[in-house]
Every structure is written in structure tokens, then in C-alpha cells.
């Protein structure tokens, strides 16, 4: 798997408003996101599915925008600022080898990871952090693009998944990328 990260400019080509028309966050995440979550947007770069989760999740939810580019997360604060969101945003910068999620433990009702996991250098650490944030209801959404994700590559990854206790719930459609919907077992 690729380990190279997104650069900062290609930020501005993934947050245009052309690609909602392919990927459109509402109607990829309104069956997961509701009022009131706590939700963890993972690689969240500018914001593409934050803003729209922190509409989805209302004045009484909260989504934690993790990045490992600072430069995005001062992005995404400024979007956040601009449409009225930031009381809703949590943003944090994270390493390349840990997320930074300790505090989370059991909090989390949603995660995404969009576009990711081909660019993380230890994808177990990864899967077993994120499973450490969710709630025993809580449910992952992993999106990977298949320009850059092969068949066989996104199967290692459920399976690496699923070796730190996650079940497949669903293979949910998203343009252009192979999904899968994990929940804890």
C-alpha cells in the first residue's frame, strides 16, 4: 500500500463544490449521522464531510476533526468560522504514528475515515485505535478510492480490520471508492 500523504494543495480540489455532485456527504452519511452524535472524521483534510457532519449532528453534537497536515486544519477552521460551525468542530493535529485519541475512549457514536487508511504507515495501530474510541454501538465508515486502492489491498484491510475486532455490517456505494461499514462485534 501507498504510504505517501495527500498533498496540501490537492485540499482545495477535494473541498470543490463539483464534487459533491459525485460524493455527496449528506446523502453518504445521513444513514449513519443524526442529531446529537459525537463523531470522529479521521484525515478530515479541509473539511469535505466535516461541515456537513457538523450540520447533521446539530447544536448538540460534536465532530472531532483529526489531521496529521496542519495546514488543512487551519483550513478547516477557517471554513468552520465562516459557516457558523466552529462550536461544533474540534480540530487536532496527529502524528503519523498515533492518532492521539487516548481521551476518547468509548465516546465515539460515528467514525469515517475517507481516503485514509492507503496513507497510514501502521494500519493496525490505526484499526485499534479507532476501535478503542467507539461506543459498543458505534460504527466506522472506511472509504478508499480505487485509483489508488486495489481489490486485493482493500480486502487486506477489512481483514486487518477485523483482526482487531471489527465485523463487516454492510458494503454501502460510494462513486468511485470501495466502502465498507464496520461495527465492533
Keep these: 500500500m501507498d504510504k505517501k500523504l495527500c ?13 459533491t455532485l459525485m460524493q455527496n ?3 453518504i452519511l445521513s444513514p449513519y449521522v443524526s442529531s446529537g452524535m459525537k463523531v470522529l472524521d479521521i484525515g478530515c483534510g479541509m473539511g469535505f464531510f466535516s461541515l456537513p457532519i457538523a450540520r447533521m449532528v446539530g447544536s448538540n453534537g460534536k465532530v472531532i ?5 496542519e495546514r488543512m486544519i487551519k483550513s478547516l477552521q477557517k471554513r ?3 459557516a457558523g460551525l466552529t462550536d461544533r468542530i474540534e480540530t ?6 498515533s492518532l492521539g485519541l487516548d481521551d476518547l475512549n468509548k465516546e465515539i457514536d460515528f467514525a469515517l475515515s ?11 495501530q490505526f484499526f485499534s485505535d479507532i476501535y478503542k474510541t467507539l461506543k459498543p454501538t458505534g460504527t466506522f465508515l472506511v472509504a478508499e ?15 486487518i480490520a477485523k483482526h482487531n475486532g471489527f465485523i463487516v455490517d454492510n458494503n454501502p456505494k460510494v462513486w468511485r471508492s470501495r466502502a465498507v461499514l464496520l461495527r465492533k462485534k
Design 114 to 124: 475517507f481516503a485514509v487508511v492507503h496513507e497510514v504507515p501502521n494500519v493496525v
Design 145 to 159: 478510492p480505487k485509483g489508488h486502492v486495489s481489490e486485493k489491498d482493500f480486502e487486506m484491510t477489512i481483514s
Design 25 to 27: 456527504p449528506k446523502k
Design 92 to 97: 487536532r493535529i496527529c502524528h503519523r504514528n
Design 65 to 69: 476533526c483529526v489531521d496529521v497536515q
Design 80 to 82: 468552520a468560522k465562516k
Design 7 to 19: 498533498p496540501a494543495w490537492v485540499g482545495y480540489l477535494l473541498v470543490s463544490p463539483l464534487r
